[in-house]
């Protein structure tokens, strides 16, 4: 007999010491998180993210030194009718001498009138760093609520940067906060409805969340050399519970079916290692290779991405490989208890007269079309798929602006009435350019003809009363310009004006500046670079990801069939989840169901992450149904029968697996901001979409249609087949009367 797989030997060893394998797991995740806690984690700055010619205005302006403190402001308005101005002004003057006496403010500027008088503003520059304003801006916002107190005829606001920020944070922490408060009673409730016990459905859920706690500290640590993110521990979150769970419950399926068959608990560990140990240990393979596609795109939001998901995969398959075989070995049968009594009929193992596990009536009933007439089945079938992909052909690229933001919240509408009254506060271009110190002058003067000419063009936003904002470093060398445009972010006129600033107006007016460079950043500027990116890495990604995985496929099941038409079916399930998400957001009809609005596009960075998630993740299915039906095949079953074995023995498993994954995704579908709801919304309907449509009906079909040539290799590859390490059924009489 030759040397057991290494899956099946650790799950050995750790079934006869199941005590010291759940301690030393215990310890690894303890050691794991409080090591991360006490190392404290790197964030990524501006300056890591930022990219194209936006990265370099950026470059340019940190290179001048500027003093960048944070500044609020109080924002006087009617609450009815025109403004009172002498109100107006007193409550201003009560205002700067209110906030003069509180700490954390530097200065108070001069009040400045809108342009037609409906709105006095009261400039507040903050004393500290601008990073974490956020956290010191609360004594401004009490002060000003004592100015509004004072002067209940007007409507007095604090709105900036910072305050904006605090407000933000603690909606979008409680959606957070509510988002991982729900997905673990979700998850435990689809978990219970499929093994009708509590013990077999807490296991997963437990592993799961040891698994998320030893990656966030795994990835805190990691974040000293590759900087972390803000949504880098929501991610991890994510992808933690949908492949911690899924592992754990192929594991445990596959190992009370066994037991179910009359063997004894070692060797259900034993062949629950062999089978479902391997296919977890090849799907996690899969989806690292996915995620670290992630880190060909050279851009610090999605290699932090990539280095969280990475770990929270490894650290589960390690968890499902080491300390799940000790938990199962140790309760034994005790798995099974307690049992809710109607579920536990529905879900508990069952076996024939002849000891083998009983077929479901239901799978075999769908199967049927794609086993009597898979041509017509699959030809259906892709049809409709590329038909729910065909939107993502006119899919649109852009960031969620300020105005995408909830508008729940009072500094939101605040923001809302500064803008409409002073435009230039709003959307701008930072025009930054870098010359020899001699001509500083020269450029000044250039700058400020350029704005004059802006101001006079409809695209671009009046300048102020008291000129232009022109900021020249110590040095001479650096100027920065700031040019507004009336205009939100994403729309069409605030590009027009990019575009025209960028390839016109700039260049004219620095023309003849010996050694100049120059640079347009700003939110429009680094949006249309951002999407440029994407659009640029996206095709070296998927290539990298098709081309590892193919390989990964082909030598897994030694055949290259199996691999290609792998490819294929995860690109018709990313297709169609591309082609729903045009469909539901870039639209306007599903605004009131689902609680956005619309931005007439995709948030820039979605395609790219969703496509390395989803075909990582998609591959936990395809993985364990086709290990299935090879096991058939090399049982000596007819290909069409061991189809039929592969899709009925795992439909179980896949579909509770897909359950979990829909109902966490789906809440992250029910948060504020438009990227949480696209990616929840994403990833929730192609996890549908592949657990149903795909494995059931599309890769039947093609796998009946294609017969024996599903296992060609060439001959280098080629290897003699072992022993399934157990009897597959004899297929039911429905499957016998479809061939």
């Keep these: 007999m030759g040397r057991r797989p290494v899956t099946v030997r650790v799950a050995r060893w750790s079934a006869e ?5 759940i301690a030393l797991w215990v310890v690894f995740v303890a050691v794991c998180f409080v090591g991360g806690n006490a190392a404290g984690m790197k964030e990524a700055t501006s300056a890591d993210q930022a990219v ?8 340019i302006v940190t290179e001048g030194n500027f003093a960048d403190p944070a500044v609020e402001n109080i924002l006087i308005t009617s609450r009815a009718g025109a403004l009172d101005q002498a109100a107006a002004k007193r409550a201003a003057a009560d205002a700067a001498d209110r906030l003069r006496q509180v700490t954390g403010v530097a200065s108070v500027g001069t009040p400045v009138p809108s342009h037609d008088g409906d709105a006095l503003l009261l400039p507040i520059t903050m ?21 509004q107190a004072a002067h209940p005829q007007l409507r007095v606001e604090e709105v900036g940067g910072p305050s904006i920020s605090q407000a933000l944070d603690e909606t979008l922490g409680k959606d957070f906060k509510r988002a991982e408060l729900l997905s673990l009673p979700v998850t435990l409730a689809i978990l219970i409805v499929a093994f009708g016990a509590l013990i077999a459905a807490g296991v997963p859920v437990l592993l799961a969340l040891s698994s998320v706690a030893a990656a966030m500290g795994l990835s805190t640590l990691a974040s000293h050399l590759v900087p972390a993110t803000d949504t880098t521990a929501s991610v991890i979150l994510l992808i933690g519970m949908a492949v911690g769970v899924d592992y754990s419950l192929f594991y445990v399926r596959r190992e009370r079916e066994e037991r179910a068959k009359g063997r004894s608990g070692l060797d259900a560990v034993e062949i629950a290692a062999e089978t479902s140990g391997h296919a977890v240990v090849v799907s996690g393979f899969a989806v690292v290779i996915s995620m670290a596609g992630l880190l060909l795109a050279n851009d610090a939001v999605f290699s932090s991405l990539a280095v969280g998901s990475i770990l929270v995969v490894a650290v589960a398959v390690t968890g499902s490989l080491t300390v799940l075989p000790a938990l199962l070995a ?6 099974d208890r307690p049992r809710v009594p109607l579920l536990w009929r529905l879900t508990a193992p069952r076996t024939g007269p002849d000891g083998r596990p009983a077929t479901p009536r239901f799978w075999p009933a769908v199967l049927r079309p794609a086993l009597r007439a898979p041509l017509a089945t699959l030809v259906v079938s892709v049809g409709l798929l590329l038909a729910l992909a065909a939107p993502a052909l006119g899919m649109k690229l852009n960031f969620p602006g300020m105005e995408d933001l909830p508008r729940t919240t009072p500094a939101m509408q605040a923001y809302d009435r500064l803008t409409a009254a002073f435009p230039s506060t709003g959307t701008s271009h930072q025009v930054a350019v870098r010359a020899p110190a001699e001509q500083a002058d020269r450029v000044r003067a250039a700058l400020t003809e350029l704005a004059g000419r802006a101001g006079a063009d409809p695209l671009f936003a009046p300048v102020e009363a008291d000129g232009p904002k022109i900021e020249v470093s110590a040095d001479r060398r650096v100027s920065v310009l700031e040019l507004a445009t009336p205009y939100a972010g994403r729309s069409d006129q605030a590009a027009r004006s990019l575009d025209e600033l960028r390839d016109d107006l700039l260049p004219a007016a620095l023309k003849g500046i010996p050694g100049v460079e120059y640079a347009v950043g700003g939110e429009v500027a680094g949006n249309q670079d951002y999407a440029r ?52 957001f870039q639209g306007t009809w599903a605004e009131g169901l689902l609680g956005f609005t619309s931005m007439g596009a995709i948030v820039s960075w979605l395609p790219l992450f ?25 049982a000596g079953m007819s290909n069409r029968d061991a189809v039929a074995y592969g899709i009925t023995s795992s439909a179980g498993v896949v ?53 024996d040539a599903n296992w060609w290799a060439p001959r280098f590859l080629r290897q003699k087949a072992a022993a399934p390490p157990a009897d597959p059924p004899a297929p039911t009489p429905e499957l016998v009367g479809a061939r």
């Design 655 to 707: 579909t509770s697996a897909a359950v979990v994954m829909v109902g966490v995704f789906g809440i992250f579908a029910s948060l504020s901001t438009i990227d949480m709801k696209q990616l929840g919304v994403g990833l929730a309907a192609a996890i549908l979409l592949d657990a149903t449509i795909i494995r059931a009906v599309v890769l039947p079909s093609l796998m009946t249609m294609l017969g």
């Design 533 to 584: 990116h994407i659009g640029e890495k996206l095709p070296i990604v998927m290539a990298f990801v098709l081309a590892l995985t193919f390989a990964v496929m082909v030598l897994t099941f030694r055949s290259v069939v199996v691999a290609l038409t792998s490819i294929v079916l995860n690109l018709l399930s990313a297709g169609a989840a591309y082609g729903l998400l045009v469909l539901v």
């Design 52 to 59: 194209g010619e936006s990265g370099r205005a950026e470059a």
């Design 17 to 21: 010491h199941p005590w010291r394998a």
């Design 330 to 335: 140790k309760l034994g049968r005790w798995v």
């Design 610 to 634: 969703l496509f390395v998630v989803l075909f990582g993740l998609s591959m936990d299915y395809h993985v364990f149904v086709v290990s299935r039906i090879r096991e058939g095949v090399r």
């Design 127 to 147: 004393s500290g760093e601008r990073e974490d304003a956020s956290d010191r801006v609360q004594p401004l916002r009490d002060a000003t609520a004592e100015v």
